[in-house]
T-cell receptor
Framework: AQKVTQAQTEISVVEKEDVTLDCVYE???????LFWYKQPPSGELVFLIR??????QNEISGRYSWNFQKSTSSFNFTITASQVVDSAVYFC?????????????FGGGTRLMVKP | GAVVSQHPSRVICKSGTSVKIECRSL??????MFWYRQFPKKSLMLMAT?????????EQGVEKDKFLINHASLTLSTLTVTSAHPEDSSFYIC?????????????FGPGTRLTVL
């Protein structure tokens, strides 16, 4: 069985602060995919990143970075120098490789509020 | 690339009527589409998986006669909420599985907010 836990339900920061969103997952599979999606107030889920279980290299994309640690089953997401436009709900998700593209298991989401 | 649209974005209807929601993959062919339901401040709940040309697979607890899904082409899936009631009010989101290199990723539509009076 798969499970994704986002322990932080809400985070509030002031603009320009760095913020890390935690994601811990459980799976019995050795091959799997991890995802982060952003859901702004408009409701659409925006794909941010996909990482497969064999690639533990951390990734940076502009102000976004992701830290994948298989040893702790975590896939944390950091926003550097946060901006008001980063305010959204962020979901971490997992799919097993044999069902890659199917059967997404979502975490409960973390609501990030960035205040000016 | 990998754009998914949904129509309508918002619908208000009277109790007892049926509502159809369309999900389209605009720049890729999607053999598999998914329908989710999201309650306020909650995560997404998968309702069903829709495969082109075959019957949808519904998750446990989802009434297939209530939520009719049709996936008639590689770019279009529809969800019809039949005889809608106020408890069906929710945010419905579809996603489409990418193709080729992105076949392991779901791309989501903008969602449809259904309000049943």
């Amino acid at each position: 069985a798969q499970k994704v836990t986002q322990a932080q339900t809400e985070i509030s920061v002031v603009e320009k602060e760095d913020v890390t969103l935690d994601c811990v997952y459980e799976t019995r599979d050795t091959t799997y995919y991890l995802f982060w999606y952003k859901q702004p107030p408009s409701g659409e889920l925006v794909f941010l990143i996909r990482r497969n279980s064999f690639d533990e290299q951390n990734e940076i994309s502009g102000r976004y970075s992701w830290n994948f640690q298989k040893s702790t089953s975590s896939f944390n997401f950091t926003i550097t120098a946060s901006q008001v436009v980063d305010s959204a709900v962020y979901f971490c998700a997992l799919s097993e490789a044999r069902n890659a593209g199917n059967m997404l298991t979502f975490g409960g989401g973390t609501r990030l509020m960035v205040k000016p | 690339g990998a754009v998914v649209s949904q129509h309508p974005s918002r619908v208000i209807c009277k109790s007892g009527t049926s509502v159809k929601i369309e999900c389209r993959s605009l720049d890729f062919q999607a053999t598999t589409m998914f329908w989710y339901r999201q309650f306020p401040k909650k995560s997404l709940m998968l309702m069903a998986t829709s495969n082109e040309g075959s019957k949808a697979t519904y998750e446990q607890g989802v009434e297939k006669d209530k939520f009719l899904i049709n996936h008639a082409s590689l770019t279009l899936s529809t969800l019809t909420v039949t005889s809608a009631h106020p408890e069906d009010s929710s945010f419905y989101i579809c996603s489409a599985r990418g193709s080729g290199r992105t076949s392991d990723t779901q791309y989501f539509g903008p969602g449809t907010r259904l309000t049943v009076l």
